[in-house]
């Protein structure tokens, strides 16, 4: 009993260091430590790539890459610029494409994100391709994994354990804490979490690829040809993702202000993009005129 008491003061103490996300500010407790997570995260990603056949296609692989590389730099800049620059060295990025024919995507703590061959086939553009990396990039940048494990922590110690958590302490930690542990072990706490997660990352993502040049509004035509691909249809309350409809509600809700205030990010991006593409045509024509 004693033991146990000291194991829960112990856990108690680390409620003093609740954070917020960057980009949305939503209030966030971490029971456990990033060292922890890293460490953790990184073992499994290891394990899974030894395993995964890393995709034969260049140039979407290159693909994946180049707009990864280019999220990275763009998130990185963000921290640095709003005072976050001790998050910048959690990050070691790697974006890979792997052989599978599921239509998925994946990220690790640490910046560790894999895409799927499937995937790629509903893939028409960088920009779309930067919706769904963006959409990773974030869940790693809001540190969903720590929260999700903290949450599996207060799961596990119970509605009687989190009083005694919360005990002496102010009253807005116990509302986040009590926000964390609702009714029930899991459609309660879990997959509302899960979808709370899924639809911040989806804003943060959009906020993420306009920084990185990206046209945000992309969005919503690719969720759409996600939708499309999908034949099943999962219960909102029994899923860990937010419905199609509510996804492409939420997001159109999001995008006119981010259209607004990235718009300098969003319009030199397409600006490169159209100098790329003309530089592209200019070399063919010169190049068609020496032959001749």
Not at 167 to 173: D, H, I, L, P, R
Request: net charge positive; hydrophobic share 40%; aromatic share 6%.
């Amino acid at each position: 009993m004693k033991k146990s008491l000291l194991l829960i003061a112990g856990a108690a103490m680390l409620l003093d260091s609740c954070g917020s996300v960057p980009i949305t500010g939503r209030k966030q407790l971490n029971l456990v430590s990033d060292s922890e997570v890293l460490q953790s995260s990184l073992t499994q990603y290891k394990s899974y790539m030894s395993s995964a056949t890393i995709s034969g296609e260049k140039a979407q692989s290159e693909q994946v890459a180049r707009v990864g590389k280019k999220l990275a730099a763009a998130t990185e800049a963000y921290l640095k610029a709003n005072g976050l620059e001790a998050e910048v060295q959690n990050f070691q990025w790697e974006f890979n494409l792997v052989k599978n024919n599921e239509i998925n995507a994946f990220c690790m703590p640490g910046g560790k994100i894999v895409v799927y061959e499937g995937l790629m086939k509903l893939v028409a553009s960088d920009d779309e391709l930067a919706v769904v990396l963006g959409h990773e990039v974030a869940h790693a940048v809001a540190k969903h994994s720590n929260e999700r494990m903290s949450q599996q922590v207060l799961a596990q110690y119970g509605a009687q354990a989190v009083g005694i958590f919360t005990q002496g302490k102010s009253a807005a930690t116990q509302q986040i804490v009590n926000q964390v542990y609702g009714l029930g072990a899991n459609y309660g706490v879990m997959l509302p979490f899960s979808r709370k997660h899924e639809s911040e990352a989806d804003k943060m993502g959009l906020v993420l690829m306009s920084l990185a040049g990206y046209n945000p509004r992309t969005a919503l035509t690719f969720w759409q040809k996600m939708a499309s691909s999908s034949t099943a249809k999962t219960p909102e309350f029994m899923s860990d993702h937010p419905s199609d409809a509510k996804r492409m509600a939420d997001i159109e809700k999001e995008l006119p202000a981010i259209e607004k205030e990235y718009a300098s990010y969003i319009n030199a991006g397409k600006k490169t993009t159209t100098t790329t593409t003309t530089t592209k045509k200019t070399t063919t024509k010169k190049s068609t005129s020496k032959k001749k």
